[in-house]
């Protein structure tokens, strides 16, 4: 996308977003515009903070596919009877194409490159701004640069083999942006090593910089917007794609131990996703208040009112895995005589609950995980961190005695109950190096599939091959 097709994008970003700028003629915005003072730079940052919650990224698919495709959840309805549900099935049956018909994965790729070339805008603006001090500029210029690293990331989850695939990522990521390209500017894919190196060099400068975000100002929810804590919290979790198990445990537990944030209580946790409040938990969310989508996540997989149809059920294998005085086992309710889950829930005016990206829970099973792999394995810590997440779920539940590969197994599988339909299943299981397998499923093909496969990545689409004869497809496809 090129820069004036993308000023006109975020124009109407702009412009649909509440308090934001009074643009006479949106199709002619222009950077002098908008980056002439700190309040233009701040509803342009703001711009980019809202497509976040675009159905194609954390609106729906960032947290929908990645369950769908590791086996909580199952289509209700394959027939052709039912199209929302019928473009689920390509990611449910691992039979995308790089057409990409009839697949609501397809948008994806273009989706999170519109976003970076608006977080770009920013990065390559931020100096003309007038009215800011240097201060200003770098917070502005951290917060971009986290989202940065945030989009990509999640790119070279969809597009390419985990970091383990082959000896120091020496394989295929995605291209990283660090400038928005003009139209007629190829780009090639780089090496997953460059990519998290470059991801962890803009998220290091990010928690270098960031301190109260410019446009938090008067906002409904602070924590939607990057923080140091959120910066910290995502270097975590990188650093555990990248096995990189001491620092992943270092920045688990600096945000373990920062103060800013601490675990809900048993009592507390249904009414967590019942109330549309962020929490004392929660490290980064999606502020959704200004969509008037409809409620997307909510009708695909949660509760909504005056439903009509269940595009997506939650399977058995999710829902066994709870144990009776699992407080986590009242996540779900019916609806037409199918279970859904009821963290998403539509709340009035048609709006999805909003969705957390980061919380603190996810820090406690990084650090489980890491103790557990570093060169001398840390079994201690590691039950000890589980256990504080079994006993807040569960607290008549026995301490952990599990140790080895029993132990690892379980770590997986308490991933998968506290985080599940957030957004981790399937990546955790392709990270792991594990099979994916669905015994409650109606998939038609793939049921199983072992790792490595190369439908474990999604196909570049047609289009960015099309215009780019520099441009890679994953074998495959």
Known sequence: ??????????????????????????????????????????????????????????????????????????????????????????????????????DFAEDTYQELYEFINGVNNVVSNVDRIEDASEIEKAQILAEAKALRALAHFDLTRFYAQPYSYTANAQHLGIPYLKTNVSFDEKTQRDLLFNNYEDMISDLKYAEENLGTPIASEGALYSKAYMTKLAAQALLARIYLYKNDWEKARVYASKVIEDGGVSLLSNSEVLSYYSNNTPTREDIFILDKSGRNNGAVLSSTIGLKEDRTSIYLTVSNDILDL?????????????????????????FPGRKDHYASVIRLAEMYL????????????????????????????????????????????????????????EGHLFFDIVRMGRDVRRVDCNALQNVNVDYPSNLFVLPIPEEAILYNDQMVQNPGY
């Open 1 to 102: 996308m090129n820069k004036l097709l993308y000023i006109a994008l975020l124009a109407t970003c702009l412009m649909s977003c509440s308090d934001f700028l009074d643009i006479e003629d949106e199709t002619k915005i222009s950077n002098d515009e908008i980056f002439t003072t700190l309040g233009g730079a701040s509803e342009a940052i703001n711009g980019v903070y809202f497509e976040l919650s675009a159905n194609d990224y954390y609106g729906v698919n960032m947290l929908v596919l990645p369950d769908l495709k590791g086996g909580n959840l199952k289509i209700n309805d394959l027939t052709f009877e039912a199209p929302q549900s019928f473009n689920y099935i390509p990611s449910f049956e691992f039979s995308h194409t790089v057409e990409g018909d009839d």
């Open 322 to 346: 709870y144990e009776d005085d699992d407080v986590r086992k009242q996540l779900f309710g019916q609806q037409l005589e199918r279970t859904i889950s009821t963290k998403h829930i539509e």
């Open 366 to 421: 990084i650090r489980a995980e890491a103790s557990l792999n570093l060169p001398v394995s840390d079994e201690v810590q590691a039950r000890a961190d589980l256990d504080i997440i079994r006993k807040r779920a569960n607290p008549n539940a026995a301490n952990l005695q599990l140790s080895g590969a029993a132990l690892k197994e379980e770590l997986f599988l308490e991933r998968r109950r506290e985080l599940a339909f």
